[in-house]
């Protein structure tokens, strides 16, 4: 999974949900028949502060949410609003979208030539990826990016089960990313992870003359209402595919990548000798 987010403390792109926050508290302060000017000594933060928050150009600070909602005594909705909001923090804003229609999927496939994918990092190769990764984040940032992978990875676990495919390159292990400690611990997990009954991993390996996935790393998602939709991912960017064409496309190179790679036996025998070798 990409390691960019938005959630700095500073002033950022607007989105939906950091729009929607900002509405709510909006509504509960005319509500409450105050001014911007005039909430903003009673919540301690200032006239720009609050009007950022209020046009989802900024993240508000917990303190802040705790502030307004005591001043604006609004029933809890801003601190409603505010857990909704902080469990998008984290995610790449392009990412949103498919995260939130990952969480009601019933079968998720995905093919990945980069990274690990994020649902099966571990905490230590999630730090290790990210702060690779210019810009370098705050510490805040990082934070809340290594929450949010590991609290998508529920996922693995939800029941009624997902069905859940996964192909990864070889060569994204044997890259060692954190050194060969973390990546020791990441062969463990991911051979835990490919004993869940709805999990199946396969590895893609190094030497591949016939290769179905040339163009890149792709996922597909069967909905509840069983409508297939793919997702692909650049450089700050991250588009959510819905035409029948394109996810039929999608669907025959992830077949054809599902022969071409090693089956899900002979790729936990595979990770069991790398484990041993490092």
Request: glycine fraction near 6%; charge should be negative.
């Amino acid at each position: 999974m990409t390691t960019a987010d938005d959630s700095g403390d500073g002033e950022v792109e607007p989105d939906n949900d950091l729009r929607n926050f900002g509405e709510t508290v909006k509504a509960c302060r005319k509500r409450a028949g105050l001014t911007q000017e005039q909430l903003a000594p009673l919540v301690s933060y200032s006239v720009q502060y609050i009007a950022s928050v209020e046009q989802g150009r900024r993240h508000p600070s917990a303190r802040f949410v705790e502030r307004a909602e005591d001043v604006l005594d609004c029933f809890g909705v801003i601190r409603i609003a505010a857990k909704r909001l902080n469990r998008r923090r984290g995610l790449a804003r392009w990412f949103r979208r498919w995260a939130e229609l990952e969480e009601t999927a019933v079968t998720l496939n995905t093919y990945e030539c980069r990274s690990i994918p994020g649902l099966l990092q571990t905490e230590a190769y999630a730090r290790a990826q990210i702060r690779d990764v210019p810009p370098l984040p705050t510490p805040e940032q990082a934070e809340a990016r290594v929450v949010q992978r590991l609290e998508r990875q529920a996922l693995l676990r939800k029941t009624p089960f997902v069905a859940l495919s996964f192909i990864i390159e070889q060569a994204v292990i044997e890259r060692q990313t954190g050194g060969p400690e973390v990546t020791r611990e990441l062969i463990d997990h991911l051979l835990e992870c490919a004993r869940l009954p709805n999990v199946d991993l396969q590895i893609m390996p190094l030497i591949s003359p016939e290769h179905a996935g040339t163009d890149g790393p792709f996922r597909l998602l069967e909905s509840e209402e069983h409508e297939w939709l793919g997702y692909t991912e650049g450089q700050q960017t991250g588009q959510v595919i819905s035409d029948p064409k394109d996810t039929s496309l999608l669907h025959q190179r992830y077949a054809k990548l599902r022969i071409q790679a090693l089956n899900p036996a002979d790729s936990m025998g595979l990770l069991t000798r790398r484990r041993g070798s490092l």
